[in-house]
């Protein structure tokens, strides 16, 4: 009886579980995780700074997506939010009884769904918070105004153009606005002074040669792509996973890595009646990708640097920033004055780094000495998007500021 008590119990348990993570708006942005979305929750300075990181991806190719509280006068402050599944929410109320009610939540993107879905469910999850949004939103294929987008319209501010939250605390330092025809794109990146501690959305990023943590809580994702043809079982081993996050880290940053080809589609198709195949969890055996035998020296080429080296999102860097190289220079040059300057928190990847005004010049050095619209090897696909989007007039040929020059550049000193 006791055996089958506890058996209940462990039943019980893992159906709690089971529901403090689901999301059932995943339909608004149908990406993996889809319904369920695990969370990890890590401290990243004490009684200051906290990570709340989740998986976020398309066909398996999952990265983390990191939401940043920050401690500020009054309460806490969400920066990027995630989804607010019931785990999330019941971890913010546990830092609320320790350090204060949420009294701001920060979109500080115009661009990337997976940030901006997050913030009206976050609003309601926490009614009393002020709700900071970055100017210049927009959807597509119609512009609907940002109550229509979810943001409570009684409580909603813009960034700079109606102040900013924490000046006390917190500096802010914008990037942009650039006009790329279809929308707009701005970043507004955070400076904590107390912990010399600066917060990005997606431009600044450190990739690490390894799986994070996060992976630890679902390695499907690793474990996918780490197979050569869609038939063969899925293994977690570390080797197993190593491998699928090398190619996953390909697949982010280039879309099509050159050392990945496309299979026909009769041999995906042949192989996904192979035995075992008959789950939706594997896509039924489909898998389209071919790896050529030296992909592994590409992964190895973009990952040959110091793990805390910093990079401009490789998708960033080749299709928004090849006709405003002077802009984001500038902007990194802003950063590495900034006083104290000792750790960068991205919101994808690995974090917290180590980054100072160092090694934020010797980014700004590396891209001037590279080709500011590289078109060969690994950069033959993006290249190819941005010569598509040009010639049919969809991103403008030139650098396009939105404010006419005159965008802000940081505030709260």
């Known amino acids: 009886m006791k055996e089958k008590h506890t058996a209940l119990s462990m039943e019980g348990q893992a159906r709690l579980t089971f529901n403090s993570q689901r999301w059932d708006w995943w339909p608004l942005l149908p990406t993996y995780p889809y319904g369920i979305r695990k969370t990890l929750v890590r401290e990243l300075v004490a009684d200051r700074l906290w990570s709340f990181e989740q998986l976020h ?58 940030h901006k879905l997050s913030v009206p469910a976050m609003a309601r999850a926490f009614p009393m918070a002020t709700v900071w949004i970055s100017d210049h939103q927009w959807s597509f294929p119609l512009r609907l105004p940002s109550s229509w987008l979810g943001f409570p319209a009684d409580r909603t501010k813009i960034l700079f ?27 507004v990146a955070c400076f904590d002074r107390l912990t010399g501690s600066l917060i990005v959305t997606d431009a600044l990023v450190s990739i690490p040669k390894t799986p994070l943590s996060v992976f630890d809580l679902d390695p499907l994702p690793l474990l996918f792509h780490a197979r050569e043809k869609g038939f063969e079982p899925i293994l977690d081993t570390p080797e197993m996973r190593q491998k699928g996050w090398l190619r996953i880290v390909l697949f982010a940053n280039y879309l099509r890595p050159q050392s990945l080809q496309i299979r026909p589609l009769f041999d995906c198709l042949r192989d996904s009646f192979s035995p075992g195949c008959r789950q939706p969890k594997l896509h039924f055996g489909f898998y389209p990708f071919q790896w050529q035998p030296d992909w592994q020296s590409e992964a190895e080429e973009l990952l040959a640097t110091p793990s805390a080296l910093l990079l401009v999102a490789p998708v960033l860097q080749r299709l928004v920033f090849p006709r405003a190289q002077v802009l984001l220079l500038a902007w990194i040059r802003r950063l590495a004055n900034l006083p104290g300057l000792c750790r960068l928190i991205s919101a994808h990847y690995d974090s917290p780094v180590d980054c100072g005004p160092q090694q934020l010049e010797i980014l700004a050095s590396r891209l001037l000495q590279k080709p500011s619209s590289p078109s060969q090897g690994s950069w033959v696909t993006l290249a190819l998007i941005d010569d598509l989007l040009l010639k049919n007039g969809i991103v403008p040929a030139g650098p396009q500021d939105c404010d006419g020059g005159n965008a802000p550049n940081s505030r709260g000193a």
Do not use: N
């Open 161 to 187: 153009k109606d102040g900013l939250p924490h000046t006390i605390d917190l500096e802010w330092i914008s990037l942009g606005p650039l006009h790329l025809g279809l929308g707009t794109f701005l970043e």
């Open 57 to 114: 991806g398309i066909w398996y190719v999952a990265v983390p997506i990191r939401m940043t509280v920050i401690k500020v006068t009054g309460g806490l402050l969400l920066y990027a939010p995630i989804t607010p599944t019931p785990e999330v929410c019941a971890k913010l109320k546990d830092l609320q009884s320790l350090h204060g009610p949420i009294c701001s939540i920060v979109l500080p993107t115009t661009s990337g769904l997976e």
